[in-house]
């Protein structure tokens, strides 16, 4: 469990937080630093979007579109950042999300994610394609909770291999990645060529000993013993060569060989009405959540279809390019929802007052990846612990700020919408709303129970009581 920390006075918690690396400052800085850290093969994998990444973009600029409006002289000495989920007391209402091939970042890779959340008290969620086990991982974790991020493959054997394996290690639920029927169109990736480091394994499916094949050499070698001549063939073991699924226009037909991100991730026979419920029963006592949603009319299905959770995303702008940014689908979903089971977003998270703009639009969780991906290239463990101080750290100061002492007190009413043309928009719901003006001109628009306020952007002043 994690420690009272963040129960205790905010100028003691402030004092504690001084502890600063001066090269790094904020997530962008730290960004920066690990650019400069990781080979291009890796900085294309990690950071590369869809397409021209304008999803990617804006999973980022959504946030910009939001202001916080704070409330004043309230008493906000004490503030409580943690939250319960996934039976434990979280130091921040934010986890680290699965993210595959960490060690391409950091030779400890998941690992040293594992130990710095663990420290912290945050959740981690391990990648199915993760370069470390999911044993070792939750070894590390210790009593801090973990999530498995789940592809579910078309040879179902192996998913349930891997679930067991979960089970047994004790990790808290499933996350079921929705949104990768197909994998989405990555130029970099293409142009790279990527593919693992012979030294790096997908640790939770090396060792089958199916995935190797028994091959004779087609030439013996000089050697030794034949100084004259060539040496005789030799059977010798290789790994077999993996292959994508296709439809041969009759049928599907299965990827085969070794299992690789590219060519078994991806799965389009996937349904509400098979896959759900079939992983319900395959997974239990652990929860399934469903990630990938980003609709209403998805959030009502994943709710009659009984999944234990929902996370807005959009797999960090990586698949569908021009899809809504994971902020702008939250209200819609959060709105299905309607408080029926828990909604979580990630995506474009790089600053602690995006977590509170999140939580304020419905959110009950937030999920941060690439920025812990940074921090392991930066400095290993003690890079990925920076990443967690500094959002929990903004994160704090931004609730104190705004008036906040603890995270169920943030909502929509902390919150007004920037638009194209520079105007703000209340986006609160309370039909009590007064407004005194000072120099400004003001148009009040009223849909439904829902005040609108527009405020043309001039000089002057104006408090919404």
């Known amino acids: 469990m994690p420690n009272t920390a963040d129960r205790k006075p905010a100028s003691m918690q402030a004092s504690e937080a001084t502890n600063h690396d001066l090269n790094c400052l904020s997530i962008t800085e ?24 304008s999803t990617l973009q804006e999973n980022q600029s959504a946030y910009a579109k939001y202001r916080i409006r704070p409330r004043v ?61 999911l044993e070792d991982v939750k070894e590390e974790s210790g009593e801090n909770a973990n999530v498995l991020q789940l592809y579910l493959f078309e040879d179902k054997d192996h998913s349930v291999k891997l679930i067991e394996r979960a089970k047994k290690a004790g990790y808290k639920a499933v996350l079921l990645t929705v949104d990768t029927p ?76 070794p299992i690789t991100f590219h060519t078994h991730a991806p799965n389009p026979n996937l ?37 234990d959770g929902i996370v807005v995303s959009n797999h960090g702008g990586r698949q569908l390019n021009g899809a809504l940014a994971t902020l702008d689908a939250l209200p819609e979903v959060v709105e299905a929802v309607n408080g029926r089971v828990p909604v979580h977003v990630d995506g474009g998270i790089r600053h602690g007052t995006d977590i509170f703009k999140a939580l304020a639009l419905g959110a009950n969780f937030v999920w941060v990846g690439r920025p812990a991906l940074w921090g392991l290239a930066y400095k290993g463990e003690e890079g990925v612990a920076l990443c967690l101080r500094l959002l929990g750290d903004e994160f704090r100061l931004c609730m104190s700020l705004a008036g906040v002492t603890s995270v169920k007190e943030i909502n929509k009413e902390y919150l007004v919408k920037l638009n194209r043309d520079g105007f703000l928009y209340i986006i609160r719901t309370s039909t009590s709303f007064y407004l005194v003006h000072v120099g400004m001109k003001i148009r009040i628009v009223c849909l439904g129970s829902c005040f609108k306020l527009r405020i043309l952007m001039q000089t002057g002043a104006w408090i919404a009581v």
């Not at 680290?96 to 710095?116: F, K, N, S, V």
């Not at 939770?204 to 091959?215: C, L, Q, R």
């Open 30 to 53: 730290l960004e920066r630093l690990a650019r400069d850290r990781m080979d291009k093969q890796t900085r294309d994998y990690y950071n590369e979007g869809a397409d021209d990444g």
């Open 271 to 307: 349904t509400w009405e098979e896959s759900i419920p079939w992983l319900k029963e395959v997974a239990a006592p652990m929860e399934v959540w469903v990630k990938g949603v980003a609709t209403s009319e998805d959030a009502l299905l994943a709710i009659h279809h009984r999944v």
């Open 73 to 133: 002289l309230r008493d906000v000495s004490v503030i409580d950042t943690s939250i319960d989920i996934f039976g434990q007391r979280n130091s921040s209402p934010f986890g680290i999300a699965p993210t595959a091939m960490q060690r391409l970042a950091h030779d400890d890779g998941e690992l040293a994610t594992a130990r710095a959340c663990r420290k912290a008290g945050i959740v981690m969620g391990l990648s199915s394609f993760a370069t470390s086990t």
């Open 182 to 257: 197909y994998l989405g169109r990555r130029n970099l990736e293409i142009r790279n060529q990527f593919k693992l480091p012979s030294h790096l394994k997908i640790a939770n499916f090396a060792g089958n000993p199916d995935d190797e094949e028994e091959v004779e050499q087609e030439q013996g070698e000089v050697d030794a013993e034949h100084p004259m001549g060539t040496a005789p063939p030799q059977k010798i073991r290789r790994r077999r060569n993996s292959s994508v699924g296709f439809h041969d226009g009759e049928k599907r037909v299965a990827p085969t060989g």
